[in-house]
């Protein structure tokens, strides 16, 4: 049974990390289309967080060589999910611009009131 999460719920433990990376996996080609960008980004940071500060050491030393590579290949599943929800949120920002014919001094405004 795959578990359910808000993605609004900060993550913060090695088993919520693994948990939401799994749900987050079968669930990706909907969510992309679904979810708002601030969502999706948000969504991204938090499994960077999960790789770089919360679920840092996939490997221990009692493991077979077998457990050992699927813990690092499930482990990689963390920046390849940031990997796709950035993208699409940068799709779409960068089709919103286009399509609006923003021009660069509009851009580089709205960069600087950030």
Request: aromatic share 10%.
């Amino acid at each position: 049974m795959v578990p359910t999460y808000s993605s609004s719920q900060e993550i913060n433990t090695i088993e919520a990390c693994r948990a939401y990376r799994e749900a987050w996996f079968t669930s990706t080609a909907d969510d992309v289309k679904r979810l708002p960008v601030t969502q999706l980004v948000h969504r991204a940071e938090q499994m960077m967080t999960c790789a770089k500060e919360i679920d840092t050491k996939p490997v221990s030393a009692n493991m077979t060589a077998d457990d050992a590579a699927k813990a690092l290949i499930a482990n990689s599943g963390y920046p390849i999910l940031a990997v796709v929800y950035y993208q699409e949120a940068y799709n779409r920002a960068a089709w919103f611009i286009d399509s609006k014919h923003l021009t660069q001094e509009f851009v580089t405004v709205a960069r600087k009131t950030k």
